[in-house]
């Protein structure tokens, strides 16, 4: 079965601190990985995914196939990071429904 | 602004009713997706649609349906209403140009009392 998992309901950290938000998947075969935020008052929105590599308001994730994780990091914290962030996979790339993990609250303080 | 609309914002009703929640995706997006949202079970997907076609289905009670119009807007039915289906229904649209991202809708919050 698939599963996304974030162990982390709250993440509090100070301004500067770096932040690593963690997410460990269960599927047999090779699912597309994302990052999916939610800022306050704001819709649910495509933060990162695996195969871009890209880094995306200084956030990267590496997927860790061995591990099956597909931690979130950025090395120094900013107020406008607090958010909801969800860990998501898909079976493969392309219009294909998303299994989500419960999310994790991320708290920037200053 | 995703340009995914979602009516009506906030819907409360009684146990035992019937509700309709109405979804557009945005320009160019061929897929709709609906997600429930509950504080026990978070974010599960319900049912996708694609073209007016049923693509995928997940955990979705016998008590709802679905359907996507021709001019791609889709409706989620959801019937004989029990308390347990207070949640947050959120709307996706995908399917486009870069069809592996999701455009999220603003959600319907629905309460049955």
């Known amino acids: 079965a698939q599963r996304v998992t974030q162990p982390e309901k709250l993440l509090s950290v100070f301004k500067g601190a770096p932040v690593e938000l963690k997410c460990n998947y269960s599927y047999s075969g090779s699912p597309e990985l994302f990052w999916y935020v939610q800022y306050s008052r704001q819709r649910l929105q495509l933060l990162l995914r695996?195969?871009s590599r890209e880094s995306i308001k200084g956030f990267t994730a590496d997927l860790n196939k061995g591990e099956t994780s597909f931690h979130l990091k950025k090395p120094f914290a900013q107020e406008e990071d607090s958010a909801m962030y969800y860990c998501?996979?898909?079976?493969?790339?392309?219009?294909?429904?998303?299994?989500f993990g419960k999310g994790t609250r991320l708290s920037v303080i200053a | 602004d995703s340009g995914v609309t979602q009516t009506p914002k906030h819907l409360i009703t009684a146990t035992g009713q019937r509700v309709t929640l109405r979804c557009s995706p945005r320009?160019?997006?061929?897929?709709v997706y609906w997600y429930q949202q509950s504080l026990d079970q978070g974010l599960q997907f319900l049912i996708q649609y694609y073209n007016g076609e049923e693509r995928a289905k997940g955990n979705i009670l016998e008590r709802f349906s679905a359907q996507q119009f021709p001019d791609l807007h889709s409706e989620l039915n959801l019937s004989s209403l029990e308390l347990g289906d207070s949640a947050l229904y959120f709307c996706a649209s995908g399917g486009g140009a870069r069809s592996y991202e999701q455009y999220f809708g603003p959600g319907t919050r629905l309460t049955v009392t």
């Open positions: 320009s160019g997006d061929l897929s």
């Open positions: 998501a996979l898909s079976r493969y790339s392309g219009n294909t429904p998303l299994v």
């Open positions: 695996h195969i």
